[in-house]
């Protein structure tokens, strides 16, 4: 039986969901096979304004080029994600630390030495830094979905930002009459759960949005509760896995995971301690997490470091090989745990990306490390890739929608 390349002009590699069906749980349409899901094309942003993207096929070679032009200067990127534009094709957006375009849209084909577009999101004079970007399905099908970007907050400035058409044109949601909305903590992470329900987490409060992000509610604010359930402090990154939301935080100086089934978003569980990675404080810091569609989830963070940790999640239980508060100091763990030291010589990690087969590290100085064994193991596949040995990785995706 034939795979198909295609449904109705829409790349299988593009499409979210079929009458209503996630696409990842599509076998067969019209007697043809689904493709197996995973990449075609790993895109990386990096600084100095610089796009790398590689073919799956050879993740060792990367291609560089200028991806900002006719906007300002060339800066770095905090984010690149990939999703669908107003015709459900696939591209990318990227977010920009510097100028008032505080974010670009890729075109169709990003291996094209070509201007992305440029755009101020915010329609105004300042510079409003934007840190995270995403991409989700509508829940009534609508091919463009659905792009959030979040970030800098102040006290004229309290909004995350929605795109309703492929990333051309964004408004505005105001956040300043949420409970427990801080104008002085930024926001740096949101999330989808595939379905038009969308998440983010400010301080200890979980905001949920059940209509397409069009507005959001204060879910319950973290409460201390039994043992070894803590306060975020600061959250730091969230994605959405084997339908279960997974969070990661700051909490007296350590970083914490916890998760919650999508059934309950009010029970989350006991927090888990990854002690080698170092307390972020500062509002651009931020982590970053990848997931396979079982729950396996990587965690690094920016903060200067060769050290990551696996662990598997099933609604508000994390399986894995990490201490929660008060069991020890974490720093014992080692091979054959669910930490992992690549003892880089000079590089740190800055983010991690998968498509449920193949999972990659962007590094500083260009470089490239790869687990096929989801995240167990890792070897570094690409060295310096950037225009020059100076150049730092900072975001990577590949062409697949989240969550998986």
């Known amino acids: 039986m034939a795979d198909y390349a295609q449904i109705n002009d829409v790349a299988a590699a593009s499409i979210a969901q079929i009458n209503d069906v996630n696409y990842a749980n599509c076998a067969e349409v019209n007697d043809c096979t689904s493709p197996s899901l995973g990449a075609t094309r790993w895109v990386v942003g990096a600084d100095d304004g610089l796009i790398a993207h590689a073919a799956n096929s050879d993740r060792t070679s990367w291609t560089t080029y200028g991806g900002v032009t006719g906007g300002g200067t060339h800066d770095n990127k905090f984010d690149i994600q990939f999703g669908q534009n107003a015709s459900g094709q696939g591209v990318y957006v990227c977010t920009r630390d510097g100028g008032v375009r505080e974010i670009q849209i890729s075109g169709t084909d990003v291996t094209a030495n070509a201007a992305w577009t440029d755009i101020n999101i915010d329609g105004t004079s300042s510079n409003i830094k934007m840190l995270t970007v995403a991409w989700g399905a509508r829940s009534d099908g609508t091919a463009a979905g659905t792009w959030f970007a979040v970030g800098q907050q102040t ?12 990333g051309v044109n964004w408004s505005a949601i ?4 949420l409970s427990g909305h801080s104008d002085s903590v ?9 379905n038009g329900n ?7 409060r979980f905001y ?14 973290f409460d201390v509760g039994a043992n070894n359930k803590g306060v975020p402090g600061r959250a730091h990154a969230l994605i959405f896995t084997n339908n279960s939301w997974v969070l990661m ?4 100086s350590q970083i914490h995971v916890r998760s919650c089934a999508a059934s309950d978003i009010t029970d989350w569980g006991d927090e888990r301690r990854l002690n080698n990675l170092q307390h972020m404080s500062a509002n651009t810091e931020k982590g970053n997490m990848a997931a396979n569609a079982s729950g396996r989830v990587v965690a690094v963070t920016m903060k200067n470091e060769a050290d990551l940790y696996f662990f598997d999640v099933n609604g508000k239980t994390i399986t894995a090989n990490i201490p929660s508060p008060g069991t ?11 930490y992992v030291n690549l003892s880089m010589s000079s590089d740190n990690i800055k983010d991690v990306a998968t498509d449920g087969n193949t999972w990659l590290l962007a590094c500083q100085d260009g470089d490239i490390w790869e687990s096929t064994n989801d995240g167990e193991s890792w070897s570094q596949i690409a060295n310096e890739q950037g225009a020059d040995a100076a150049d730092d990785f900072t975001s990577i995706t590949c062409d697949v929608l989240l969550p998986l």
Not at 155 to 166: A, E
Not at 198 to 204: D, G
Not at 328 to 338: D, I, Q, Y
Request: glycine share 12%.
């Open 174 to 177: 105001d956040l300043s009459g």
């Open 155 to 166: 006290s004229s400035h309290q909004k995350i930002y929605r795109s309703t058409d492929g």
């Open 208 to 221: 949920y949005s059940t209509n397409d992000g069009q507005s959001f509610a204060v879910s319950t604010p």
């Open 186 to 194: 930024w926001i740096n992470n949101i999330a989808s759960d595939g």
């Open 198 to 204: 969308w998440a983010f987490v400010q301080a200890n």
């Open 249 to 252: 935080y700051s909490n007296s």
């Open 328 to 338: 020890g100091n974490g720093t014992e763990l080692a091979s054959g745990s669910n």
